[in-house]
């Protein structure tokens, strides 16, 4: 038990004097700093999302080099025999294929990684909410756009960074994977540094679009849920809507507009892209999306009571 | 420093604060009293800026809270202990509000050892008892050395040595010339701690003044009298215009006599005494007195009706 002696001598006895200037972003900055590194879902996180997009992607490309060998052997992946005469002409179409998708390949595994940096970006500000943290937060530092902002920038470069690494990693593991067919990208080719750069900030602006959410929403679930739901679902659900062919408003009218279509863009031509904006068109439509959604959360989180 | 005007809180269509005007004055300790559902916490949030006033306004030395340089070196509160994240360690946890403000580091160390927290700065707050939560939201509280603080309920879920301790500590801070608003539903609390009351009941003002004023002006006098022949001296005291009830341990209750008064009737009448005292008027008395017509939530016990019908209430 400390007693008030103890308070006495470390307090003092009068009240000190405040240091000039005010309290700002840069000590905000580090306090969310100090937030996101001190709590075990972050690092949980990241590690699932660097897991998840490196291992996605060495299993495409290590299915890939398998498909190659079984032809080349003359079997289908299930073991039946291909006519000789049919052997060359499948492998060389597969290796084409493969080549002109390598980098696209072994990118594969953002698909899922954008699930998990939602559940981060998230969480930085609903778990505020859900501890009661918000209370104290606000109490230390009422200024309201300062802690919003510092919050979004501490969150917006970590994802970036964990985004950009993840997404090399997983670049340069595919391709060593296919490699071994020599059916691997190289970052000098037309395109491919774009797109694992792209890669990196899909995947940040994934994050801060479900932190804008996030702020609107106060809630983990409800957060997590409607990133998902916007990011997943949609682009599976746009899927249903009628074909080229269409006379009427139909999925390629609308595939540019999907949150999902628009942000992937810069990172895959797995889609063709025929309907889609221009990469970097594509990816400012979904940098809209997010930047809806984190001036939504701002106002909410300026105006509601904590 | 804290002043209030005409401060007003809505929910819906409850009036959770309602016209509030109050001063928080330096140097000494006001206590905020009230039943549960008062508007106590809501008032504190209301003065923190985490809610927005309907109408009205509150000001902290003068500013409102997000225009202070230094929000933590001017006032530091605790509102609720579980405010915390509880995957975080008390150390970082004070840390990082420790960065808002521009403080050092080896101010979380002291406020940790203040609070007497240093041996498990670095576990998880999950893990915390109540009494462990409280002491790190007072250690937060004092992070900023700030002049104005204020505590909700800081003694819920303490021990009696944790209450001591906080008690002596509010005392402390109070003697350093800061200001210390502290609130409670316990008069008993209050009582022993505050200098100076502000009571309120369903978001109102009912009272502000000092401890003293209020126990003189919201609770008569009385007198605790221990006798052989209780139906005597109530019938003398009865007949001499005083009140007379009985206490649960047998004694009697005298109100509206002095003790020297009760004495005298007593050796006029020739009634023995054993045990003559000036009951002490508590706070707790005063204030269920003030504020039973404010009470949110009332509950009836069982039975009460009937006793009040046959008059054995006193």
Partial sequence: MTSVAAHERLVGGAVAPHPPGRAGFVGTVRSEFTKLWSVRSTYWTLLALLIVCVGIGALFCWGQTARLASISSGTTLRGGPIPAGAVHSILIQREDQTRSMATTISLFGLLFGQLIIVVLGSLVITSEYSTGMIRTSLTSMPRRGTIFAAKAFVFGVVALVTGLVTSFLAFFVGQAILSSWHVNDTLGQTDVLRSVIGGGLFLCVCGLLSFGIGAMLRHSAGAISASIGLLFVVFILSNFLPGPPSGWFGQTDIDKWIPFFAGSRLWENALGGVHLFSPWTSFGVFCAYAAAAMIGGLVLFLRRDA | ?314
């Fill in chain 2, 1 to 314: 420093m804290i002043e209030a005007r005409g401060l007003t809180k809505r929910y819906g269509n409850t009036l959770a604060v309602d016209q509030l005007s109050f001063d928080v004055e330096p140097g000494k300790i006001t206590g905020f009293l009230g039943p549960n559902g008062a508007g106590k916490t809501t008032t504190m949030r209301l003065i923190l800026g985490l809610d927005r006033p309907t109408s009205g306004d509150v000001r902290v030395n003068g500013k409102h809270l997000n225009q202070l340089a230094w929000p933590m070196r001017e006032v530091g509160a605790l509102l609720d202990a579980k405010a915390v994240h509880g995957g975080r360690s008390a150390y970082n946890h004070l840390l990082c509000l420790a960065q808002t403000n521009g403080l050092h580091r080896s101010r979380v160390d002291e406020v940790l050892d203040l609070v007497g927290l240093h041996e498990v700065a670095r576990k998880r707050s999950k893990g915390f008892s109540l009494g462990m939560g409280q002491r790190l939201g007072i250690a937060a509280a004092l992070l900023g050395d700030p002049s104005i603080l204020m505590f909700d309920e800081p003694v819920n879920g303490l021990d009696p040595e944790g209450i001591l301790w906080v008690r002596n500590l509010m005392k402390a801070l109070a003697a350093e010339g800061r200001t210390v608003f502290v609130s409670s539903h316990l008069m008993s609390e209050m009582e022993n701690t505050a200098d100076f009351l502000i009571v309120i009941g369903r978001g109102k003002l009912i009272a502000q003044s000092s401890v003293a004023e209020f126990i003189a002006a919201n609770s008569q006098q009385s007198v605790r009298v221990s006798t052989p022949e209780r139906s005597a001296l109530a019938a003398a005291a009865a007949a001499a215009g005083a009140t007379v009830r009985d206490d649960d341990s047998g004694k009697l209750i005298v109100l509206g006599l002095t003790p020297a008064q009760v004495g005298d009737l007593a050796f006029e009448h020739g009634i023995r005494l054993h045990e003559l005292a000036p009951a002490h008027a508590s706070l707790e008395q005063a204030f269920m007195e003030l504020t039973a017509s404010s009470v949110e939530f009332q509950a009836g016990l069982p039975g009460d009706q009937d006793r009040v019908a046959a008059g054995k209430v006193a």
